[in-house]
């Protein structure tokens, strides 16, 4: 991630997370507010309805208090009651209600005298007239009642009147007041109850006051709903819905708020209050979208503000990043050129602040490193001349070293060549000596010389002369033996070599096939296994490994049954070979002198024979191949001469 990318995100980081918690916090904190602030002045509103209800409900209830205390329809009453004068009483009766008591309240829509069986004497309406409520709990509650009590009735519609209608009755009570002679019933049309819950003032657009009722396992509204105006007959919910949640709350006698479904299945913040007396409930209630739109609002506005100051946030992050990374490219880009070689190139560096540190640090280094890297030149084309100088000289005493050693070779091939001859004569004459010694011994013994004389003669002529002539004879043939093995090696130096690619395999089988006689008698057989092919001269590395083996022949262990092996395999460029046998083995000290020119380890050894120039022929040859031979060993164990040649 470059640093630009890293800054914008810190950038971001610290100025919208503050930005986020802040706004989120104040949202929430805002909504809790609005919420009960809402719920408060909505239980206010459900009081203050409440209240306007319930002294309604008290004028009304005052009004028949009020009528029932007319003498003239008590009056008029007891006459009906004594059914002499009944028909003209009615009709004065009912003009009385019509005329004198329903003009003096233009909310009742019907006015009923009953008597004191229930029965309906006089009415405004005129088919309420004759009718029989003595089983009706208006009438029934109201008629053990005392003068100036009321009773609110529970049914609201009825046959005789058109609408739905609250009754209030109160009883009629003769002069005295003691006795009570019937009933007196006003009808008020329901509807008016509207005229408390339809003044929403202050309620938003979706306020709403309800008052309702429970009808067996229904809830039935009395007012007139805001969303069903146009409902046939009152709407009923059933209680057992999950609308009206608030009212069904109020119907339960329960006074308190909730945010909860309306009956529209809407979901509404609510107040709702029981009314005890009338049994109904009364709710006020705002939709939860109008109460919370502020907040959204609120929402909307902070994401707006979110997002532009993110975008003034990245814009100034953007802008800084610029500036801050703008040195430090170019000090990337003046690093790669100082690490493309360019060491005089100089990094720009105009600011005073760290990078601006940085650049004049790394300036300096690069001059630092020039001179250096000056002085490191200087110093390799001394040590380079130093060298070549070195090499000229090794070289020289190389050529001196292969001049010297030619001349050595020439030395020992003319010394071992030509110190022959002359032991060659001292060989032919001693045994021309010994012949005639021999021809003495006969002529002493047969001539017939004094004893004295031949005493004389005896001794030097059959013993000292022989013995003499003996050591010679030995002496020179050893000496015979070694010019003949300086005279091999120095002619194994002068052969020309015709190196070619060998077939190995062919030249180690034709070595054993030679070898035959010899592996027969020390009962071995030789395991042929695949060998790489090398390069070499044909007959050396025959002679190389005709030796090796001989050796493993010649220095069995003959205690145990012979086992030798010859392998082969490619390593690094060369072809490796190995001769391994369990033989006598090669003490750790001697491991490196057997290589030596007539060193043997046991020359006293009569069943071994040898003039210890075996192995140094093995090295010369392999030498000059560009060869090498190594031997592992354990005295007891065996020994392993390992070959490598050229592949
Ligand atoms: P020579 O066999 O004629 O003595 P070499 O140069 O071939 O001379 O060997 C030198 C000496 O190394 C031997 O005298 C012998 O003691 C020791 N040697 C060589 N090969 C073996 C072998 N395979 N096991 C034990 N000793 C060995």
């Known amino acids: 991630m470059t640093i630009r990318s890293k800054l914008l995100i810190f950038a971001l980081g610290i100025s919208l997370i503050p930005i986020f918690i802040i706004t989120t916090l104040y949202y929430f904190n805002a909504r809790r507010t609005v919420e009960q602030q809402t719920l408060s002045w909505l239980t206010a509103v459900a009081e203050s309805k409440k209240t306007h209800t319930l002294s309604f409900l008290d004028s009304k209830k005052g009004r028949v208090v009020d009528f029932s205390s007319d003498g003239y329809i008590r009056d008029s009453l007891e006459k009906i009651c004594i059914k002499e004068t009944q028909s003209d009483a009615i009709s004065d009766l009912k003009r009385h209600l019509k005329v004198n008591k329903k003009s003096l309240d233009s909310q009742i829509t019907s006015i009923a005298v009953l008597d004191i069986n229930g029965m309906v004497v006089a009415s405004t309406t005129e088919e309420w007239n004759g009718m029989d409520m003595s089983k009706d709990d208006i009438f029934m509650s109201c008629v053990s009642k005392n003068y100036g009590e009321s009773h609110t009735g529970k049914t609201y519609s009825a046959t005789y009147l058109d609408i739905d209608c609250i009754f209030i009755s109160a009883p009629l009570t003769d002069k005295r007041a003691n006795k009570t002679i019937g009933v007196i019933i006003n009808a008020y049309d329901i509807s008016l109850l509207d005229e408390i819950t339809t003044k929403r003032a202050g309620m938003g657009e979706t306020g709403e006051v309800l008052l309702g009722r429970k009808n067996g396992d229904h809830v039935i509204f009395l007012t007139t709903l805001k969303y069903a105006p146009d409902m046939p007959s009152r709407m009923s919910v059933p209680l057992s819905s999950t609308g009206a949640e608030p009212m069904r709350l109020a119907l339960k006698e329960q006074n308190g708020t909730i945010i909860a479904l309306d009956y529209r299945g809407e979901e509404v913040v609510a107040a709702y209050q029981y009314l005890p007396d009338m049994d109904w409930g009364l709710v006020t209630k705002l939709d939860k979208k109008e109460v919370f739109s502020p907040i959204t609002h609120l929402r909307i506005f902070t994401i707006i ?90 070289e020289q005493m190389l050529d001196e070293l292969r001049y010297k050693n030619k001349e050595m070779e020439q030395i020992i091939y003319v010394a071992s060549h030509d110190l022959r001859s002359p032991l060659l004569n001292i060989q032919g004459f001693s045994r021309e000596l010994q012949s005639s010694l021999d021809q003495m011994v006969t002529i002493l013994r047969e001539s017939d010389i004094s004893d004295e004389i031949r005493a004389k003669f005896t001794d030097p002529l059959e013993e000292d002369i022989p013995d003499a002539l ?104 060369c072809s490796v070979y190995c001769v391994e046998d369990n033989g006598i083995g090669i003490p750790e000290k001697h491991k490196e002198n057997i290589f030596e020119v007539f060193h043997r380890l046991n020359p006293a050894d009569n069943d071994v024979t040898g003039d210890g120039l075996g192995l140094s022929i093995v090295r010369r040859i392999l030498d000059r191949h560009g060869g090498q031979i190594r031997v592992e060993s354990e005295p007891g164990k065996g020994s392993k001469f390992i070959v490598s040649l050229p592949e």
Not at 307 to 319: D, E
Not at 363 to 392: F, I, P, W
Not at 496 to 501: E, R
């Open 470 to 573: 003996r050591f010679i004879l030995t002496s020179s043939a050893k000496m015979d033996k070694l010019l003949s093995g300086l005279l091999r090696i120095s002619r194994m130096g002068r052969v020309t070599l015709t190196v070619k690619q060998l077939d190995m395999n062919k030249l180690i089988s034709e070595i054993i096939e030679s070898h035959k006689y010899m592996l027969n008698e020390a009962n071995v057989n030789i395991p042929i296994n695949e060998l790489p092919s090398c390069k070499g001269d044909d007959l050396q590395i025959n002679q190389v490994f005709s030796n090796l083996l001989d050796n493993a022949i010649k220095y069995r262990n003959r205690n145990k049954d012979t086992k030798i092996m010859i392998s082969g395999k490619n390593e690094d460029g």
């Open 305 to 394: 503000m979110g997002c532009i100051s993110a975008i003034v946030v990245i814009v100034i992050a953007l802008i800084i990043s610029k500036r801050v990374t703008r040195p430090i490219h170019e000090l990337v880009k003046g690093t790669k050129k100082i690490a493309r070689g360019d060491l005089d190139f100089k990094i720009p560096a105009k600011s005073k602040d760290e990078i601006g540190l940085l650049a004049s640090s790394f300036n300096e280094m690069t001059s630092q490193l020039g001179e250096s890297n000056k002085r490191l030149e200087d110093y390799a084309g001394n040590l380079k001349g130093m060298v070549d100088e070195k090499t000229k000289e090794i």
